[in-house]
């Protein structure tokens, strides 16, 4: 596990502040007040997180090229200094599943908004038992500790946050459209590229933590996701031609998510959280089939319950479901 400190994000930062020039050793431990040695440690400590960092011999440090650098939890710290969120970032090379450190941090008491992010899944989950693919070098795969003052039954409206802060990101950041399917799918142009699990520990009455992992196929050859495991599936290389940086997207849904989260905790903000929702979902309005256990069913898609459910008319009758596999029949 690799982890980041306060001297490693001084140094970065020094050096981030001015790329491609030389900071001097002396300017680095004053700026991080510590010593030659300890700057010299951070630097290395860097180097394994991928940045590119020359030593110039009697003058100082100077940071190359970071593009390997795109999941560094030192840079990531750095990105989410203002919020509450991210300030304790966990990063393994490979993991099982990010949701299973994350829960047992959670356990142990962690805080709100502590981050586990992998370059790499080995047995990804999904949704509904599937397994969730997360190949080293082109996913996006982290989980975050939610502490949210909401009641269990209202439990799926931190997947809606966590679904609108990806649709933010990506439609923001990328410039492109991309559908969000009830409950937390986001396609384009009917291919998944994202997927969200939440998971929690409650009683009645109380959750005591939720762990919301977040899976998007991002610099990865989509043809490499196995159809039966996902369904038609793609990724932002494919879309928009060129690699993301990882850790950018990372950042921006997690800004978006934890304000989102804290307006689900007022009734105010739960009934704005839900319209932006609803204004983003394009199942709504859809004519959708239902796979419910060994039902299948088939519908209109009318409307959104307040703790998150889907309300179709099937046969001329209303229902409610809160958790199921739908398919839309026609691609926006
Ligand atoms: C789904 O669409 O079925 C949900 C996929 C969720 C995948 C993410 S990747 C990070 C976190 N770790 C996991 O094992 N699953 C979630």
Not at 62 to 72: E, M, P, V, Y
Request: charged letters at 25%; proline letters at 4%; hydrophobic letters at 40%.
């Amino acid at each position: 596990m690799i982890r980041s400190n306060k001297t490693k994000k001084a140094v970065l930062k020094a050096l981030l502040e001015i790329p491609g020039e030389i900071v001097s050793g002396p300017d680095l431990c004053r700026i991080a007040d510590v010593s030659r040695q300890s700057v010299w440690k951070a630097v290395d400590s860097l180097r394994v997180e991928g940045f590119e960092i020359e030593a110039v011999p009697h003058k100082g440090y100077r940071l190359g090229d970071s593009g390997t650098a795109d999941l560094s939890p030192t840079w990531l710290e750095l990105a989410l200094e203002n919020t509450c969120w991210g300030e304790t970032v966990l990063f393994w090379k490979s993991l099982a599943s990010t949701q299973e450190p994350a829960k047992e941090l959670a356990r142990q008491g962690a805080p709100e908004g502590l981050l586990v992010v992998a370059d790499e899944q080995t047995s990804g989950r999904g949704r509904l038992g599937r397994k969730w693919q997360s190949p080293q070098g082109g996913s996006i795969c982290f989980s975050v500790i939610v502490r949210p003052n909401l009641l269990p039954g209202r439990i799926q409206l931190l997947s809606f946050a966590a679904a609108i802060a990806v649709h933010e990101t990506l439609e923001n950041n990328f410039g492109v459209s991309f559908e969000l399917k009830w409950p937390n799918d986001i396609l384009y142009r009917g291919a998944k590229v994202c997927g969200i699990l939440t998971e929690t520990a409650s009683e009645p009455g109380k959750v005591h933590y939720a762990v919301t992992g977040i899976g998007i196929n991002a610099n990865m050859d989509s043809r490499a996701i196995s159809m039966d495991v996902a369904g038609p599936s793609t990724s932002l290389l494919a879309i928009l031609g060129r690699p993301v940086h990882r850790g950018e997207v990372i950042a921006s849904i997690i800004r978006i998510m934890e304000r989102e989260v804290r307006s689900l905790e007022t009734a105010q903000g739960s009934k704005k959280c839900i319209d932006e929702y609803m204004k983003r979902c394009s199942t709504l309005g859809q004519e959708v089939i239902v796979r419910q256990e060994d039902k299948t069913l088939r519908g209109k898609a009318v409307g959104i319950s307040d703790s998150g459910e889907i309300i179709l008319v099937i046969s001329g009758k209303e229902r409610t479901l809160a958790a199921a596999d739908i398919t839309h029949l026609r691609t926006n």
